[in-house]
């Protein structure tokens, strides 16, 4: 790609964010047939991803987050492979959009789980603004790269680390995200955290598997304020998932508790299985504070209002599937590692 104008890029991934706001014909029937090639991509769950995508490509935000970077250079593309997760709609869009808007090339390996979406998105995008069509590629193996991105679980970073160590690289591991409660949210907050926890059957790292609640912590409202998420239960896989997971419980007397769709089990650890949400009481801000940070580098965001001071990003109820332009995985910015290539 020639050098980037930062006006016309702005407009170009401004319209497409207006597209997948309002998804035409074609993209309306991908986003309905997604679910016979992954059962876990659901309609609703397809566009809650192709519609938060939209939001994020809004002028304003992509003035705010673009303006930050030395961008507009006559420095030649960079050739930067790319492997993506597959584990929820479009995870990997933002890497690939941060490729493309450097001025670089994105080599994509897409993952078997999410082909067909990101080719959609970005064929799209080339209809927009003909000039991005060189700006991307599918490959089936990665070769000639000149820096990589991979995302994957903490095994296959060990393997991304051995192959790709010596380049310039982005290597992601297992994450999770929690929410810290002080006992005094609304019913509107918990019914807003259950979309946190929920969302895409709890399969993203932005998921809230965990929770921190004051010692005495009462579930029973909890319960009752996510009562309107229980059709999560008419899923098969996720009901597989419940099923197997409470004979466990209830074969090991592990203690638990359990409202028909959701498995709350006091537990250390960060990652829950799908169907459960681990918790564990905290004295004070302290003492949260302490726990957050002792897993700073397990965690990819937190979700609560009171005023935390942690490194993590942290949001207000409902909002830990909506990430902004400028919310890097892991905390690494992208876009700054792209501009030093």
Known sequence: MSKINLKTSI????????????PDAALSALIENEQYHNAWFTPASVLEAVTAIGNMLNEADLNTWLSKYNLETDKAPKKVGLILAGNIP???FHDVLCVIASGNKALIKASSQDARLIKAVLEKLAAIDPTFADSFSFVDRLEGFDAIIATGSNNSSRYFDYYFGKVPNIIRKNRNSIAVLSGNESAEDLFNLGHDILDYYGLGCRNV???LVP????FTFFFESIENHKAIIN?????NNYDYNKSIYLVNGDKHLDNG???VKEDDRLTSPLSVLFFNYYHNAANAE???NENAENIQCIVSTLPLQVNNQVVGFGQSQQPKLWDYADGVDTMEFLSSL
């Open 261 to 263: 769709f959701l498995m």
């Open 209 to 211: 598997s965990k929770i």
């Open 11 to 22: 407009n170009s991934f401004s319209e497409l964010g207006r597209q997948l706001r309002t």
């Open 215 to 218: 010692e005495d912590y009462d």
């Open 290 to 292: 302490n726990i957050i």
């Open 90 to 92: 479009l995870v990997g």
């Open 235 to 239: 899923h098969h896989k996720y009901n």
